[in-house]
């Protein structure tokens, strides 16, 4: 027979805020559910490696539910399912709803694509001491050195002067070479690893080994890289200047695998921030709703959410006027009346390197998607800091849809930072506040997420269209 508990005990539980593991308060079925669409989660890892890929998928899944392609000025009426590429680097998917867009706005969730990554340079092939190397320029904030000595695939387009494209996808399957950028033997490494770990590796280190085989001819210099240029014309029809045109970027090439004895993690490359994309997608892609949805699933959040695929591109806010228009509402209303969730990732507490975080206030593995009031840094620079008020709303929708969640903040405020795409979207009168995945190792080229929090997040996007 169990002790009664004490009044002070029972206002604890009454009162006080803890955090709740999801694997801890799910039933079998929904632990199963956890499990299965974590299936789903890590063939789209696999498939999509690159943004240009993840549009594909993303089209693709919305072509198999029976979305179509949106053009500016197409009609527009309640329940039609749409989505609008953006130079095959973005994709926004979007349903129409029923209810008063004037009145109700837009529901939209904002997942970046781009991950990090090391780029190969527009002229990048030379040849050196037996070998021959691919020059690059890395993408994103990395440790340079964790991408040294390990497998890599290489992916993206090469436009020819004929105007032709072509892609190129090698390293992942198991017949397919890979590539690799050598490291410094620890036998000849004492000054090497001597110095900052920020200078264990020179960005013009990072040169990526791509062939080693003469070409048979003894008129001619440059053998090696010879050899490699045949490969390339007699594969994809390209020449070296082609190369000037290209799109080419050197990705890890393992897939995505469950971690530990019980498989409740997975590890793999790009979860930043794919793990929120995937989640947004899906939950638009197979929902319906009352509401008119947005998954806007953008570029180039690593490097500043730039250029024409980036956030701060106008086409988006054009998009959203479009819609409006074609529905015969005024967009400035629409914007005041919309609301955001900003899915980007967070950093999940690691006990291996305590002293970084405030354990309070960090997320932890497997307690659920973490919805952050700002990012930025230190003091709160280049934030969206979330009001209060919204805050509230997303909670109450939280709980009325049983979501599992919690808070979390990027680390000790003096120690670093971060940013997402957040505050471009609040720029536009859109209530917006960070929701995500809490991620260890993020940045590296394998990362670390639990099965339960990738699914809360799913969960949470379906309680924020409903």
């Not at 079998?28 to 974590?38: G, M, T």
Request: charged share 25%.
């Amino acid at each position: 027979m169990s002790e009664k508990k004490s009044k002070g005990q029972e206002l604890l539980e009454q009162l006080a805020y803890k955090k709740r593991n999801y694997y801890e308060i799910a039933d079998e079925a929904e632990r199963n559910e956890i499990f299965r669409y974590a299936e789903g989660y890590k063939a789209f890892l696999d498939a999509a490696k690159t943004e240009r890929e993840v549009c594909d998928f993303a089209v693709n899944e919305a072509k198999k539910n029976g979305f179509t392609e949106y053009r500016f000025g197409d009609p527009l009426k309640a329940g039609d399912k749409k989505y609008f590429v953006n130079r095959g680097k973005s994709v926004v998917v979007f349903r129409v709803g029923t209810k008063n867009i004037e009145e109700d706005g837009m529901r939209i969730i904002a997942s970046h694509i781009d991950a990090p990554r090391i780029d190969i340079k527009q002229n990048p092939l030379y040849e050196d001491s037996g070998m021959a190397f691919f020059k690059t320029h890395y993408y994103g904030g990395i440790k340079k050195y964790q991408w040294t000595a390990i497998p890599l695939a290489l992916h993206g387009v090469i436009m020819l002067k004929n105007g032709e494209k072509v892609s190129v996808r090698v390293g992942e399957d198991p017949k397919d070479p890979v590539f690799y950028i050598n490291d410094l033997l620890p036998h000849l490494g004492g000054e090497q690893m001597s110095g900052a770990a920020s200078k264990l590796i020179e960005g013009e280190q990072l040169n990526v080994v791509v062939g080693g085989l003469p070409y048979d001819d003894k008129e001619v210099s440059d053998k090696i890289k010879l050899g490699v240029l045949s490969v390339l014309h007699e594969t994809y029809g390209v020449s070296e200047e082609d190369l000037l045109s290209a799109e080419l970027s050197a990705v890890p090439a393992y897939g995505a695998r469950d971690i530990g004895f019980d498989r409740a993690l997975i590890g793999a490359y790009g979860h930043d921030d794919r793990v929120c994309a995937y989640p947004a997608l899906t939950a638009v892609v197979g929902n319906n709703t009352e509401h008119t949805v947005l998954a806007m699933l953008v570029d180039k959040e690593e490097i500043g959410s730039e250029g024409t695929t980036g956030i701060q591109c106008k086409i988006y806010e054009d998009l959203m006027e479009e819609i409006s228009l074609a529905l015969g509402a005024n967009f400035r209303k629409v914007r005041a009346a919309s609301k955001c969730l900003s899915s980007d990732v967070t950093a999940a507490y690691d006990p291996n390197f305590a002293n970084v975080y405030e354990k309070m206030n960090a997320a932890l593995l497997s307690c659920g998607t973490a919805m952050c009031k700002f990012t930025g840094a230190r003091g709160k620079s280049g934030s969206n800091d979330a009001n209060a008020e919204f805050i509230g709303e997303v909670r109450r929708m939280f709980a009325e849809n049983d979501v599992v969640w919690q808070t979390a903040e990027l680390g000790k405020v003096d120690i670093g930072g971060g940013g997402t795409v957040a505050k471009f979207v609040a720029q536009l009168n859109i209530d917006t506040v960070d929701l995500g995945v809490p991620v260890i190792s993020m940045h590296a080229p394998w990362e670390l997420v639990s099965k339960a929090d990738v699914y809360s997040n799913y969960k949470a996007f379906l309680a924020f269209m409903k």
